[in-house]
């Protein structure tokens, strides 16, 4: 059975890094999939943050994280990478990722229930 696996969360102190990586388990390539980010705050709807797409490399972020955070993948190792820098509070939550074969666009973002597969989430404390 498709599952994927998001790994490289932690805690953190404001300004620091953390990389999140989202793979799939089984025979499942993730490089036919459009591969979104997601996070949940206590208390909040799960927001759609990053994407990209799974042909021509488009990618899309939120403003609040915008020139902070970096999505990537290698396709070679099955694996979708969101780098986060300059981390703050307000970054802590729970991160997804998910699996579409809907495209990515630039100038929109990532919707929760257009997304059919999903990881189990990672927990990123962003605290002092």
């Known amino acids: 059975q498709f599952q994927l696996v998001e790994s490289g969360g932690g805690l953190v102190q404001p300004g620091g890094s953390l990389r999140l990586s989202c793979t799939a388990s089984?025979?499942?390539?993730?490089?036919?999939?459009?591969i979104g980010w997601f996070r949940q705050a206590p208390g909040k709807e799960r927001e759609g943050i990053s994407c990209?797409?799974?042909?021509?490399?488009?990618?899309y972020y939120t403003d609040s994280v915008k020139g902070r955070f970096t999505i990537s993948r290698d396709n070679a190792k099955n694996t979708v990478y969101l780098q986060m820098n300059s981390l703050k509070p307000e970054d802590t939550a729970v991160y997804y990722c998910?699996?579409?074969?809907?495209?990515?666009?630039?100038?929109?973002?990532?919707?929760?229930?257009?997304?059919?597969?999903w990881g189990q989430g990672a927990q990123v404390t962003v605290s002092s």
């Open positions: 998910a699996a579409d074969l809907s495209p990515c666009y630039s100038d929109y973002a990532p919707i929760r229930y257009e997304y059919d597969y």
């Open positions: 089984g025979l499942f390539t993730l490089e036919n999939f459009a």
């Open positions: 990209i797409s799974s042909t021509n490399g488009t990618t």
